[in-house]
T-cell receptor
Framework: GENVEQHPSTLSVQEGDSAVIKCTYS??????FPWYKQELGKGPQLIID?????GEKKDQRIAVTLNKTAKHFSLHITETQPEDSAVYFCAASKGNQFYFGTGTSLTVIP | EAGVAQSPRYKIIEKRQSVAFWCNPI?????LYWYQQILGQGPKLLIQ????????DSQLPKDRFSAERLKGVDSTLKIQPAKLEDSAVYLC?????????????FGPGTRLTVL
């Protein structure tokens, strides 16, 4: 089956700095890569996703890059704000099956 | 549109007791997932339904866990008997999974504590 690894497990940045979270996957058949933000006491919420036919996607301060050859993808958050503090999960999907990373706890220091 | 609903939000039981969780997915979503999220870890799939049929239950501990999705809408997940290691958040998610959309929508989860 698919194995998704995520790094780092914790990340602290100063407000206004950038944050980068990286994931690798093992199954070359995976073709959809969503990123979720999970705030305390809530379920994960999709913040951005990318499909395997695209190398990069951007939505305001958030961007995701995908390297299919190396089987890794990354989340980039620019101009971080305190409200970006949360746990972020990457996932790899093929068909309608999803495999999640172990999460990154991001703290943005005001 | 209304999101994925789950109840209860919190449950505390003693080991060897039984517990059941309920999920109501987004209307029209054929795919429903139950995940177990242990503190500090990512969600782990327990079971996946497509309408009222099981697509994947390979990681469901079938000696104690069961799930059903009658009529292809609501779903219940049951644990009987519970063990200490079952303490976790149980997340329900649903997906339309059409050719243009893969997005999963998660409910708020049920936090289970087994004493």
């Amino acid at each position: 089956g698919e194995n998704v690894e995520q790094h780092p497990s914790t990340l602290s940045v100063q407000e206004g700095d950038s944050a980068v979270i990286k994931c690798t996957y093992s199954d070359s058949a995976s073709n959809y890569f969503p990123w979720y933000k999970q705030e305390l006491g809530k379920g994960p919420q999709l913040i951005i996703d990318i499909r395997s036919n695209v190398g990069e996607k951007k939505d305001q301060r958030i961007a995701v890059t995908l390297n299919k050859t190396a089987k890794h993808f990354s989340l980039h958050i620019t101009e971080t704000q305190p409200e970006d503090s949360a746990v972020y999960f990457c996932a790899a999907s093929k068909g309608n099956q999803f495999y999640f990373g172990t999460g990154t706890s991001l703290t943005v220091i005001p | 549109e209304a999101g994925v609903a789950q109840s209860p939000r919190y449950k505390i039981i003693e080991k060897r007791q039984s517990v059941a969780f309920w999920c109501n997915p987004i209307s029209g979503h054929a795919t429903l997932y139950w995940y177990q999220q242990i503190l500090g870890q990512g969600p782990k799939l327990l079971i996946q339904f497509q309408n009222n049929g099981v697509v994947d239950d390979s990681q469901l501990p079938k000696d104690r866990f069961s799930a059903e999705r009658l009529k292809g809408v609501d779903s219940t997940l049951k644990i009987q008997p519970a063990k200490l290691e079952d303490s976790a958040v149980y997340l329900c998610a649903s997906s339309l999974f059409s050719s243009g959309s893969h997005e999963q929508f998660f409910g708020p989860g049920t936090r289970l504590t087994v004493l």
